[in-house]
């Protein structure tokens, strides 16, 4: 009886260590967060601290991995069964369905995840440690690295590397939102005093990715209209710009120089596909699927 009473305290310990390192990394970050912090919070000495984890970093790494693993198992075995079901046939959105529904499971349930798990994503994605980045890039990178394939075979238009910058900055926006500490507020705002199911909530947080994800590159009329904008703003053109020749042409029949000006500005802006994302920074634009 002694010894399993011992067992069951020790695993008592090392839980509150856990979730008091999560609670302070999801309000502070890892920059901020300091061992005394945690075992204050944790009602635990240093000694409990590395007797369990051996030191700060490993400790992060069990903290992030006990949420993190479990979500990304269910994230894949999900994406290999839309895979399977769909084939060729498989869409943005079922991609995006793939990364949203294992973590809103998780986040309902309190055993794996509880009410805190989105801001543990968004907080794991926006950190600007390189030591919770380096750990995300590595750790998850199999993972990371089908999810981006995915993506690529539901948009088959965009280049690699537009793929890459377009799930950066989507999955960037969507994470920065939920670190905030408004996460429950805002879903709420949004189900404007409704009850908001999973379809409902789903469909909302991706509506707004599948749009630019799905998005054509731009034309050469597009890029006239924009450059048109940044000759409207004077002198926040630099003068070296090459949309600088093209400032208020939006508006013009688009012949001579400037239409040559702009058919050779719409082939630049067509990515090159020898130009594919770095492995590294293929994750980094995944992050978010950790």
């Known amino acids: 009886m002694a010894a399993r009473t011992t067992s069951r305290h020790a695993g008592d310990t090392k839980s509150r260590i856990l979730d008091a390192a999560e609670a302070l990394f999801i309000e502070c970050g890892y920059g901020a967060m300091s061992s005394r912090q945690i075992t204050s919070r944790a009602e635990v000495n240093l000694a409990a601290v590395n007797y369990h984890f051996g030191s700060k970093e490993a400790l992060i790494h069990a903290m992030l991995s006990r949420r993190l693993d479990v ?28 990364m949203f529904i294992p973590a ?15 801001r ?38 965009l280049p690699r590397e537009e793929v890459g910058w377009r799930l950066h900055f989507a999955i960037g926006a969507l994470s920065g939102v939920l670190a905030g500490n408004d996460t429950d507020s805002l879903i709420s705002e949004f189900a404007q005093g ?48 090459p949309f600088g020749a093209l400032s208020g042409v939006a508006t013009t029949s688009g012949a001579g ?34």
Request: with cysteine.
């Open 71 to 98: 979500l990304n198992d269910e994230r894949v075995k999900l994406l290999e069964r839309f895979d399977t079901l769909l084939g060729a046939n498989l869409t943005c959105e079922h991609v995006l369905g793939a």
């Open 104 to 118: 809103l499971r998780v986040a309902r349930d309190p055993r794996i995840g509880g009410k805190a798990f989105l």
């Open 120 to 157: 543990l994503l968004g907080r794991a994605y926006t950190d600007p440690s390189p030591f919770i980045r380096n750990f995300l890039n590595a750790h998850y990178a199999s993972v990371a690295g089908r999810f981006f394939d995915a993506f690529q075979r539901a948009l088959p238009h």
């Open 194 to 241: 409704k009850s908001l199911d999973d379809l409902q909530l789903v469909a909302r947080l991706a509506s707004l990715m599948v749009a630019a994800l799905k998005a054509p590159l731009p034309d050469a009329t597009q890029l006239a209209v924009f450059a048109s904008v940044l000759g409207d703003a004077g002198d926040g053109v630099p003068a070296d710009c």
């Open 257 to 290: 120089p400037q239409k040559e000006e702009i058919a050779r500005l719409h082939e630049t802006a067509q990515p090159d596909d020898d130009a594919a994302p770095t492995d590294d920074a293929r994750r980094e634009a995944l992050r978010g699927t950790a």
